[in-house]
Nanobody, 119 residues
């Protein structure tokens, strides 16, 4: 199983940018997709973005298309989520998940990183 650790969250003003990282360890020789999911207070978890093993396929929620970019560096076992033009409604805890294919969740989750966007 792959272990995941997120980092890069913080407090930013609306319109600002953050880059989240998801570092993998453990069975990193196996191929896996990475999904980013977020959960705002009082709301259910929401899919944000996903990327396949090679990086050739990406998926985005409509709410973040054109603002967020997912990428990966397999040499560093790390997936990134570049978040631009942030809005207060992007405020949430962001989690990464390793799954068999993009948008399909697996059993491995990180602990989450808090993103807060002030208006």
């Amino acid at each position: 199983q792959v272990q995941l650790v997120e980092s890069g969250g913080g407090l930013v003003q609306a319109g600002g940018s953050l880059r989240l990282s998801c570092a993998a360890s453990g069975r990193t020789k196996s191929t896996y997709a990475i999904n980013w999911v977020r959960q705002a207070p009082g709301k259910e978890r929401e899919f944000v973005a996903a990327i396949n093993w090679s990086g050739a396929t990406t998926n985005y929620a409509d709410s973040v298309k054109g603002r967020f970019t997912i990428s990966r560096d397999n040499a560093k076992n790390t997936v990134y989520l570049q978040m631009n033009s942030l809005k207060p409604e992007d405020t949430a805890v962001y989690y990464c998940n390793a799954g068999p294919r993009p948008t399909t969740m697996g059993a491995s989750w990180g602990q989450g990183t808090q993103v807060t966007v002030s208006s």
